[in-house]
């Protein structure tokens, strides 16, 4: 019918056509789409050797025809420095966070991907013990231990993360230091073992990570306001190691 594309695009013609729809002045140059074994759902765009590349994660290979259009937009215009359509956004936002497509990520992660970390026992806090010791405080010591250890580098804006593809508790090198107290990584400690407690729930297509049931937990650790403070004021003065 007229008006319709009677054949299926191939990767190319798409990343092509949605050139042309952000800068109709400019002719599209030669496009290569390659799908990659990353070890994540990562997408890259750049211009090389007089070409777009485009380098896209093997598990998206199969993805919708609109999402792999909605991919498009986003890559391209952060290329060119666009503000991203919002239903190009959110077209693809909902996609990833669809049960089948979050378990194959997590799949993916797990048996492609590695987690470098540092053994758990610092120089200044051993984060077994204290693992050891809020399972018994506060979940009857019937927590499951999972991979626990320190990161290979000192992030001030993530102390700590939850990975559910490897099942590791990571907490940032910043405080295992004497300056750092114990009751500031007995509290983000605690926060990670709650995202085993409480598991990221999906309302409505979106991720929910941090739960009512998860906020009210968290609140109920003593010293709450404490750690909460020493993060938000002292942290940030503290001087960066070699």
Known sequence: MQGERLEKETPEQ??????????????????????RRFANVNSFIEFK?????????????????????????????????RRIPARHRDRYRR??????????????????????????????????RVFDELNFR?????????????????????LGHYDAAHNAIVLSRILDREEAPALVVEYVMYHEML????????????????????????????????ARNWMETVLWRLPRRA
């Not at 994660?57 to 498009?72: F, G, I, K, N």
Request: with cysteine.
């Open 138 to 158: 506060f979940f009857h010591g019937l927590m499951s231990q999972p991979v626990i250890g320190w990161s290979q580098t000192e992030s001030r804006n993530i």
């Open 14 to 35: 798409v990343y092509r056509r949605v050139f042309r729809e952000l800068k109709p002045r400019t002719a599209p140059p030669p496009v290569l789409v390659q799908y």
């Open 195 to 226: 995202h085993l407690r409480h598991p990221v729930e999906r309302r409505a297509g979106r991720r929910c990570i941090h739960t009512a049931e998860f906020r009210k937990a968290e609140e109920e650790f003593p010293g709450f306001e404490q």
């Open 49 to 81: 050797e007089g070409r777009l590349l485009v380098r896209i994660s093997d598990l998206l290979q199969r993805a919708p025809e609109s999402v792999q259009e909605a991919l498009a937009w986003i890559l391209l215009c952060k290329l060119f420095r």
């Open 95 to 128: 996609y990833l966070n669809e049960d089948e497509v979050t378990r194959a990520v997590e799949r993916l992660r797990h048996e492609r991907g590695r987690k470098s970390i540092l053994p758990p026992a610092g120089e200044h806090h051993d984060l077994l």
